[in-house]
């Protein structure tokens, strides 16, 4: 096993992952992507995330997506985890944990503060492995998020608002 970075080369195998992770999380129908898009955001001009892949002999077996975030109590940045995804064939056999290990040795390496997640409240095997790795639940915190129409609205008032 070895764990590197995604190149634009990677492009298809990045989709088929995310394509995975939502069939796992129940939510194949939430997947919009626009494949030369996400391409753009992963590897153009100015990345706004990244892609840690874990392979074997076999081929890709896993991804971590990540980005930057920061903290303004700690004035320090982090690292957000958006998709962390193994195939059901290679779990157990530590993927998920190299993958982690890595991010979180590149989280130390640019002076980050911390490294977060997200999970599902059902996903009782990935909350099991995230505690035993040393995580901890954020429980006092709830994750708000605005979309589609939403959003648009209340861009339109900050364009409005100027600035």
Same mark, same amino acid.
Not at 62 to 89: C, K, N, Y
């Given at each position: 096993?070895?764990?590197?970075?995604?190149?634009?080369?990677?492009? @298809?195998?990045?989709?088929?992952?995310?394509?995975?992770?939502?069939?796992?999380? #129940? &939510? !194949?129908?939430?997947?919009?992507?626009?494949?030369?898009?996400?391409?753009?955001?992963?590897? @153009?001009?100015? !990345?706004?995330? $990244?892609?840690?892949?874990?392979?074997?002999?076999?081929?890709?077996?896993?991804?971590?997506?990540?980005?930057?975030?920061?903290?303004?109590?700690?004035?320090?940045?982090?690292?957000?985890? $958006?998709?962390?995804?193994?195939?059901?064939?290679?779990?157990?056999?530590?993927?998920?944990?190299?993958?982690?290990? #890595?991010?979180?040795?590149?989280?130390?390496?640019?002076?980050?503060?911390?490294? &977060?997640?997200?999970?599902?409240?059902?996903? &009782? !095997?990935?909350?099991?492995?995230? #505690?035993?790795?040393?995580?901890? !639940?954020?429980? &006092?915190?709830?994750?708000?998020?605005?979309?589609? $129409?939403?959003?648009?609205?209340?861009?339109?008032?900050?364009? #409005?608002?100027?600035?």
């Amino acid at each position: 096993m070895r764990i590197r970075w995604a190149g634009p080369g990677d492009l @298809g195998v990045i989709i088929e992952l995310i394509r995975a992770l939502a069939e796992y999380e #129940r &939510e !194949p129908e939430a997947v919009r992507l626009v494949p030369e898009v996400l391409a753009g955001h992963l590897f @153009g001009e100015r !990345p706004y995330a $990244e892609v840690l892949l874990a392979e074997d002999a076999e081929g890709v077996q896993g991804f971590a997506l990540f980005f930057h975030t920061f903290s303004t109590w700690e004035g320090r940045p982090g690292i957000w985890l $958006e998709d962390l995804f193994v195939r059901p064939a290679a779990r157990g056999k530590g993927y998920g944990r190299a993958l982690l290990a #890595r991010l979180a040795a590149l989280a130390l390496e640019r002076g980050c503060a911390r490294l &977060e997640w997200a999970v599902l409240d059902w996903n &009782e !095997p990935a909350i099991g492995f995230y #505690r035993a790795l040393g995580a901890m !639940p954020m429980d &006092e915190w709830t994750t708000y998020r605005l979309t589609g $129409e939403a959003l648009a609205r209340l861009g339109d008032e900050g364009r #409005r608002a100027g600035g």
